[in-house]
């Protein structure tokens, strides 16, 4: 059976009220590095982007912030491999710079480096450092002119080296690393190399981990569980819950997608529900969270749905030309009504409003169902119908379906007429358009039942019906399924009975 049909609806949902979703993007200039669960950002992430990253620093310990060293107090933040310290007081690009790790570890193991020997254990090309009476050769030496702090020269210069790694401070001998190993190694104020012959190019010579050794190794990140209900497939435009297990956690944000979940902390665990985009193509889709700690680090988890095309029906939709000509009289006015529904829908207030299934907001004929794809006057299929319209006679009485508050409530809206907007808390909000009479005020509270409105064919209509949607944040999802289940499920993985329509 082909799911292509024309139509000339009653009643029009028009493509001027298509919402589209809204990604959050993370703060500017800060970066969550998963291994360790700190931030590194500001001053420092741009210093460790263009100095060497990973390889040269290696991961953060620890987040930013004031500390006593041996030359001062300073604002700093620890990696694997260095201490990053900010100096305000000093002008770019020496208001970002390394501690001095290496000698800072000697001086903690009481070594009197200037008194060991030097067993020469490498050859080739050397150079002598007299402030240090000690000469850096062969691979070292090529390590320490090919890297350094970017200062501005053309290249990587003497200064740029000095810089970043310090003069040297012992000799070449055998050491045992933190790793157990027996290895070639030199001390440098900011560094430690360590030759690994056996290594490929360009990881024969290694940085050793001083700030970890300084500092201590960091505590093991727990791992957050993930748990999508009632399923991990869903059907393209419908609702699902993603529930976060961490009892580390202090707070837990997500995306499903590119869009974000809105979490509640409930019965020892987070929760929060989505709804998939009811255009969103058929296949995985990924479920990312980040569980906040008490120590300040971020424990992120990642879990994946599947998609499934729900087969909803393409429409071919002719717009008469009194409709047509009110598009085009009103682009202004309908870019603000669009505009001040699209600022709803974002809100997320915290207290969950309803309790139990939903309930039909009216009586009367389903004429036109979620989700059908719309061509308007033998356009391209690029919408989709985001509610259910219900027709029956002008002054038929509409009832919230659930507890909420309302927060739009209006009669003049150029496509949508006499318009309710309810807010059912956790980022819930349910739309009522082309109402005869609005009965309600905004900042009001209603309960599942109340009579909110009377039906009518206002707004670009062509009959009388009420055009209903449920929002989960700025997605759609079928109103139906609020009808036909609880949610969330009052028991993990529960179905509920289904209700007849």
């Not at 027996?182 to 104020?189: A, G, L, S, Y």
């Not at 985001?386 to 002008?394: F, H, L, P």
């Not at 039906?455 to 209903?468: D, S």
């Amino acid at each position: 059976m082909s799911n292509k049909k024309w139509v000339m609806l009653p009643m029009l949902a028009l493509l001027v009220l298509g919402l589209w979703p809204q990604s959050r993007s993370n703060a500017a200039g800060e970066q969550l590095f998963v291994e360790t669960g700190w931030r590194v950002g500001g001053h420092v992430l741009e210093f460790w982007q263009r100095s060497g990253g990973l390889a040269v620093f290696g991961l953060p310990l620890g987040p930013e912030q004031r500390e006593r060293t041996g030359d001062g107090t300073y604002a700093l933040q620890r990696f694997e491999r260095a201490r990053v310290e900010l100096h305000p007081e000093k002008r770019a690009p020496y208001n970002v710079e390394l501690g001095r790790v290496g000698a800072d570890l000697l001086a903690r193991q009481q070594r009197n480096w200037s008194s060991e020997i030097d067993e020469q254990l490498l050859t080739g090309q050397c150079r002598s450092f007299p402030e240090t009476g000690r000469q850096v050769c062969g691979p070292f030496l090529d390590y320490w002119l090919s890297h350094g702090l970017d200062l501005g020269d053309e290249g990587v210069s003497y200064r740029e080296s000095l810089a970043l790694f310090g003069l040297p401070l012992t000799g070449t001998r055998m050491e045992t690393n933190s790793s157990g190993d027996r290895v070639i190694t030199q001390w440098f104020e900011r560094a430690r190399f360590e030759y690994h012959p056996k290594n490929p190019q360009p990881y024969t010579v290694l940085l050793g981990r001083l700030g970890a050794e300084l500092s201590g190794e960091p505590p093991p990140l727990p791992q957050p569980a993930i748990a999508i209900l009632p399923q991990t497939s869903i059907l393209q435009g419908h609702t699902l819950t993603v529930e976060v297990k961490s009892s580390e956690a202090t707070g837990v944000s997500g995306m499903l997608g590119s869009t974000a979940l809105a979490f509640t902390r409930r019965d020892g665990s987070w929760l929060a529900i989505g709804a998939v985009h009811g255009l969103q193509q058929p296949g995985p889709l990924q479920v990312r969270v980040e569980a906040a700690l008490a120590d300040g680090r971020t424990a992120t988890g990642r879990a994946t749905i599947q998609v499934i095309d729900a087969g909803y029906p393409v429409e071919y939709i002719n717009l008469p030309p009194d409709v047509r000509d009110s598009i085009a009289n009103n682009r202004e006015a309908l870019e603000a009504e669009n505009a001040r529904v699209r600022a709803i829908w974002p809100v997320v207030t915290p207290q969950r409003l309803w309790n139990g299934r939903f309930i039909m907001p009216t009586e009367g004929v389903l004429v036109s169902s979620y989700g059908g794809r719309r061509s308007y006057n033998g356009g391209p299929v690029s919408s989709f119908h985001e509610g259910i319209d219900i027709a029956n006679a002008v002054g038929t009485p509409i009832i919230a379906p659930a507890a909420g508050n309302v927060v739009l409530a209006g009669t003049g809206f150029i496509a949508r007429g006499g318009a309710v907007i309810l807010d059912h808390g956790w980022g819930i909000h349910t739309g009522y358009w082309h109402m005869e009479e609005v009965l309600v005020s905004e900042g009001q509270f209603v309960e599942q039942g109340q009579v909110i409105g009377l039906m009518g064919a206002r707004g670009m209509v062509t009959g009388p019906h009420l055009h209903w949607e449920l929002r989960i944040g700025p997605h759609s999802a079928d109103p139906l399924e609020w009808i036909n289940r609880e949610w969330p499920p009052s028991q993990p993985g529960s179905r509920g009975k289904a209700m007849p329509r």
